[in-house]
Nanobody
């Protein structure tokens, strides 16, 4: 089994910064991509940033957020600067992971439990 565990969420004032971390563990053969999603009340879950063959950001966070990875630790980070109240949401880590089975390998998405980020005015 594979597990993703997020940390680093909390309360911060507008203009402040937070850094989220997500560590993957388990029977991992390879990680093809890792990313961050968020979901606010009344809204669908949306992609915030992703790191795979290239790096991708939502327009709303470009210039403020930075995604990075430590492959040796199977960990992805999200550095969030110049936070706005509109960034308030539950942030979820996602990873596309290949695992080995007795007859071959499979690849699928895994999700973390989510971490709350609240930005006050």
């Amino acid at each position: 089994q594979v597990q993703l565990v997020e940390s680093g969420g909390g309360l911060v004032q507008a203009g402040g910064s937070l850094r989220l971390s997500c560590a993957a563990s388990g029977s991992i053969f390879s990680i093809n991509a890792m990313g961050w999603y968020r979901q606010a009340p009344g809204k669908q879950r949306e992609l915030v940033a992703a790191s795979g063959g290239s790096t991708n950001y939502a327009d709303s966070v470009k210039g403020r957020f930075t995604i990075s990875r430590d492959n040796a630790k199977n960990t992805v980070y999200l550095q969030m600067n110049s936070l706005k109240p509109e960034d308030t949401a539950v942030y979820y880590c996602n990873a596309v992971i290949r695992t080995l089975q007795p007859t071959g390998s499979i690849i699928r998405n895994y999700w973390g439990q989510g971490t709350q980020v609240t930005v006050s005015s």
